[in-house]
């Protein structure tokens, strides 16, 4: 076990104590390499490939052409349909660590263990982190309310401090860093590492749409707001005039929808049958597509540059 006070650098092998959060829809294999070649290492998650097929080919990639360490996310509750066949890939591809969200990860830091992975857990308070430090989890992701996407109730300056003091694995800290005073204000906390994703997504290497990235360069932290029309939890995006016009909770349609999988593919099938457009847009109008995922810390976000770049500012200012 390593001692709560490494800092990932020593953990990882990596320059610099960054992991570039892993983005749904966003991450990709050129923004890992770039990363490793920043000396910070990456993170992407197994369901940005659609297929296992895919994610091998991916990780076959991603260990050929990356300098240093890179993480796979994996979702681990029932939702994750290729859970399963995405954590059988990471051990047999022996990447580097796995960071797991939304369930139980009992199952994934075993089989992980034996392959020699590492498994970092999502945590959002202290008595999830205790759990998944006694299932044997190599450290904590502490995801607070500064974070982008599905963020946390804590501040960071609440969550970081009880973290450390209560657990006895390393604390990686996600949300709340946008520029290099906030990234040393973070570990000066005693945070192990950062975990960063919004400041990535307005990157060179990121292929989201050009958009996409100016509105990370044009909207600031007053812009951000919490949505549950896309999963039905809450998440955080860009306030952008189409998010004014569909609102940010869900309606009736939504809720029903979003509870019954089953349910959803026929009302879809049915509507695209009948050619229902309001009732179709009513439902569907919200997509990863259309609503652009990013935290408050794209108040720093000035110009769209590579990832060295961005680095290069965090680390040195």
Not at 123 to 152: M, P, Q, R, S
Not at 203 to 209: A, K, M, T, W, Y
Request: overall charge positive.
């Amino acid at each position: 076990m390593e001692k709560q006070n490494s800092s990932i650098c020593d953990i990882l092998n990596i320059k610099y104590p960054i992991i570039m959060a892993p983005m749904f829809l966003v991450s990709n294999i050129e923004m890992l390499v770039a990363a490793s070649k920043s000396g910070i290492t990456g993170a992407i998650p197994a369901l940005n490939f659609r297929t296992i097929e895919e994610f091998e080919i991916a990780l076959k990639e991603l260990k050929e052409k990356c300098e240093g360490p890179f993480g796979i996310n994996l979702i681990v509750n029932k939702s994750n349909f290729l859970y399963k066949e995405q954590l059988t890939a990471c051990c047999k591809h022996k990447v580097d660590y796995i960071i797991t969200s939304l369930g139980s990860p009992e199952e994934t830091i075993n089989q992980a263990h034996k392959a020699g992975v590492k498994v970092f857990c999502d945590v959002t308070d202290l008595a999830y982190a205790k759990k998944v430090e006694a299932l044997g989890a190599d450290a904590l992701i502490a995801v607070n309310k500064e974070a982008g996407g599905h963020a946390g109730n804590l501040s960071y300056k609440e969550l970081i401090p009880l973290l450390i003091e209560n657990c006895n694995i390393p604390v990686i800290s996600a949300g709340g860093v946008g520029n290099h005073e906030q990234m040393k204000q973070i570990l000066d906390l005693g945070a192990a590492g950062l975990s960063i994703g919004s400041l990535f997504i307005a990157s060179s290497e990121s292929g989201v749409s050009q958009d996409y990235k100016e509105a990370c360069v044009n909207y600031g932290a007053k812009d951000i707001v919490f949505t549950t029309k896309l999963s039905g939890s809450r998440c955080t995006v860009i306030k952008t005039p189409y998010v004014e016009k569909i609102g940010t909770d869900q309606n009736f349609l939504e809720k029903i929808l979003n509870k019954n999988k089953q349910l959803k593919k026929w009302f879809k099938a049915f509507t695209f049958y009948k050619g229902m457009k309001n009732l179709q847009n009513a439902a569907f109008g919200a997509t990863y597509k259309t609503v652009w995922c990013a935290g408050p810390t794209i108040e720093y976000v000035k110009e769209i540059k590579p990832i060295n770049d961005i680095v290069k500012s965090l680390v040195n200012g």
